[in-house]
């Protein structure tokens, strides 16, 4: 089946505009994640949804992030007032979020490469 | 709190040679590990996870992993390195599944 897909693949943008990325997670997974994957450094949390519950946002780094998951499938992520320090790929991951303990296994998309001039 | 550490950033072995990836973490509360594998321009994949059964996780690929409690270790090793082993390696820890933390990632190089 259909894994996790992300939209855009890449966007270049300049300082202080906005940018939306997109994730589709694998029909039937009601957990996601969104994460951000800096050059040299590992995967830095961003956010997570479960099902209709309150998204865990924790991990956004600033008030300029926000992201909205729709209907429980689709999801966006928004960049608002982009800075330089912002390039970086973003990854999006879903899992079935069955047990909510992180037991399952997470599918990650191929990532939105975005770079900020 | 919880963090994860990957000790090396780039690891280069012989082809045929023994693979050891290093991960050590932190965690208040029994954790559920992860290896995660991404080949060149690929998405991450799981490699395999530790959930508080066996100690000895066997992934894909014939990686496995030891669970090591004492040592705050969950270190990645592979018998016999293969050329297609080549890619990028991260360790992952969560106790809630809310949030994982993910170490800054292990490069693997094989030499043919």
């Known amino acids: 089946g259909a894994g996790v897909s992300q939209s855009p693949s890449n966007k270049v943008t300049e300082k202080g505009k906005d940018v939306e990325l997109r994730c589709d997670p694998i029909?039937?997974?009601?957990?996601l994640y969104w994460y951000r994957q800096s050059l040299g450094q590992g995967l830095e949390f961003l956010i997570y949804f479960q099902g209709n519950s309150a998204p865990d946002k924790s991990g956004l780094p600033s008030d300029r992030f926000s992201a909205e998951r729709t209907g429980g499938s689709v999801s966006t992520l928004t960049i608002q007032r982009t800075q330089q320090e912002d390039s970086a790929v973003y990854l999006c991951?879903?899992?079935?979020?069955?047990?909510?303990?992180?037991?399952?296994?997470?599918?990650f998309g191929p990532g939105t490469r975005l770079l900020v001039l | 709190a919880q963090s994860v550490t990957q000790l090396g950033s780039h690891v280069s072995v012989s082809e045929g040679a023994l693979v050891l990836l290093r991960c050590n973490y932190s965690s208040s509360v029994p954790p559920y590990l992860f290896w995660y594998v991404q080949y060149p321009n690929q998405g991450l994949q799981l490699l395999l996870k530790?959930?508080?059964?066996?100690?000895l996780v066997k992934g894909i690929n014939g990686f496995e992993a030891e669970f090591k409690k004492s040592e705050t270790s969950f270190h990645l090793t592979k018998p016999s390195a293969h050329m297609s082993d080549a890619a990028e390696y991260f360790c992952a820890v969560t106790n809630t599944g809310n949030q994982f933390y993910f170490g800054t990632g292990t490069s693997l190089t094989v030499i043919p």
């Open positions: 991951a879903s899992s079935f979020g069955i047990s909510g303990r992180g037991q399952e296994t997470q599918y």
């Open positions: 530790y959930t508080s059964a066996a100690t």
């Open positions: 029909s039937g997974h009601t957990a």
